[in-house]
């Protein structure tokens, strides 16, 4: 077959697996997909190969051994996925690989499945023998946070120690542009329960004076911002500033912005999103509109995200979060914060040797030289990695683009850029074993 052909086959078999972490009802298509995973890397020709679960969901972990004198290179990306929502909402079945001109549209043809089979066939590739050492690591609760991380890399350090990692769960410039990381946010979240009232009441009676919960949490929610959409939490600082020219009309674009609704915030598009933290309420407890009356109610609880900027723990973003919550409390209502999760922002060096071998391989697959971008996102495998790992070498880059939509309908990917990115990573190994 042609890669073009690998490449497709790969990703249908895999897409088909509604591998969704964060649902009870798909762990054992999280454990398919792991299997399926473990077959496909022994038919690459991969030595030592298993399926790994514990506390953690199931994991693959391939090693193929380090000639004399060669460096060991591990490849990660990750084989959970997101749920695919309303059926509506998309354009073509969501668990099946449908082709439009370049782009192949399927949940997790982006984020991540598309860097699994890219990873496959760069070892398909050299026919089973690398020339430097490879290790494989499929994560299978990524989209959950990777909330045992900490425990899988002790259970398994010496099976992942590796010179390099390769982490295939970023994203590129543009089509045809590729990127490095070298920042990430992190991210923490809490959820916020207002009580003014020790019972509902009727609003017509005590409307007016008695305040009701949800109107309190509006009011309390609605100080996480300045007037310009600024973050207000005080303890939330900028530490780093990006030199990348993005325009207004890019992130209107890619963002989908309507006619007329503003950006949020000030200062360069670049640092506010990868620099600066953000704070959004993603989610709400209270009574649906189908179910609602003319009631002042007792209490409404809110869960609010924070992405942390570079540069600060995490747990303090979380403190400075509840802090505010606690301190701005509208009309003496009585607010309890719990405390969520919390992961920590990180750093990526570009400067190391083989860094800069890959970053020469990129741009010799693409024909352009990457660009160093921040990550609004999070990925906490980075900074656990590095605690891990302190003499290693991180490569941070990805196979999504800005027209992707990861985590949204209609997800997908550039099938050139699949394309492109096998022949950097077939490149990277050459030229670390020539080195």
Known sequence: MTLTEELLSDLTRLVTVPSIGAQEEHQADVRRSADQLAGMLTDVGCPDVK???GPYAPAVIGRYPAPAGAPTIC???????????????WNDEPWEVTQHGDRLFGRGCADDKGGLVVHLATLRAFRGRPPVGVTVFFEGEEEVGSPHILDFIEAHKEELRADAYVIL????????????????????????????????????????????????????????????????????AQSVHFDVDY????????AGLLDGVRELGTGPIADRLWAKPSATV???????IKQSSNTLLPSATARVSVRVPPRMKASEALDALVAHCQSHAPWGAHVEVTRGSAGNPGEVPTDGPLVQTGIAAYEQAFGRRPVLIGQGGAIPLVGELHEAYPDAEFLVTGIADPDSRMHSPNESVSLSDLEKTVHAQVAFLTSLASA
Request: proline residues 4%; contains cysteine; negative net charge.
């Open 51 to 53: 399926v790994v679960e």
């Open 75 to 89: 490849f990660y990306s990750h084989h959970d996925v997101q749920p695919a929502g309303e059926r509506a909402d």
């Open 169 to 236: 769960d970023s994203g590129n410039w543009q089509v045809g542009e590729p990127a490095f990381t070298t920042t990430l946010r992190g991210v923490c979240d809490a959820i916020i329960e207002v009580r003014t009232l020790d019972h509902a009441l009727h609003s017509g009676e005590f409307g007016g004076v008695a305040p009701d919960a949800l109107t309190t949490l509006c009011r309390l929610l609605a100080t996480l911002h300045d007037e310009d959409g600024n973050v207000a939490i005080e303890g939330l």
């Open 247 to 254: 325009t207004p009309e890019a992130i209107r674009h890619e």
């Open 282 to 288: 993603i989610g709400i407890d209270t009574v649906s």
